[in-house]
């Protein structure tokens, strides 16, 4: 066994924690994040208030839409009839076809393009 020698001048002193300060300082940071949230909370209050002054929610009573009128509906159908052509071009990108029989010019689906031109064996 080794022992260590004491010096008579160096001593241990105790470990301990200032309770006091560890308490104050959480005191003071739930004392900011509380002033805070009651900040953002008023500030949120005079945002409504400013932009609907009545508070009131009629929306909620509205029930399930409807045609309403004074709206074109027909815009809301074209964007159907987009979604029809972006549809109608992908199919067109998937299938075999001949675009000039003089030339021999052919089309072929873009994911067999890809791998041919990946493979080399395009011109």
């Known amino acids: 066994m080794m022992f260590r020698r004491r ?22 940071v739930l004392a900011i994040g509380g ?5 953002a909370w008023l500030a949120m ?3 409504e208030a400013d932009l609907r002054p009545s508070l009131a929610f009629p929306e909620k009573d509205l029930g399930p839409r409807r045609e309403v009128s004074m709206v074109q509906q027909s815009l809301f159908d074209e964007a159907r009839l987009g979604q029809q052509l972006v549809d109608a071009q992908r199919a067109e990108l998937r299938r ?3 675009v000039d029989r003089e030339r021999g010019i052919v089309s072929i689906p873009i994911d067999d393009a890809i791998e041919l031109m990946v493979a080399g064996g395009a011109r």
């Open 35 to 39: 002033a805070l949230t009651l900040w």
């Open 45 to 47: 209050r005079a945002r």
């Open 7 to 28: 010096h008579i001048e160096v001593r241990q002193e105790e470990d301990t924690l200032p309770w006091g300060r560890v308490i104050l300082a959480f005191a003071v």
């Open 96 to 98: 075999f076809g001949v």
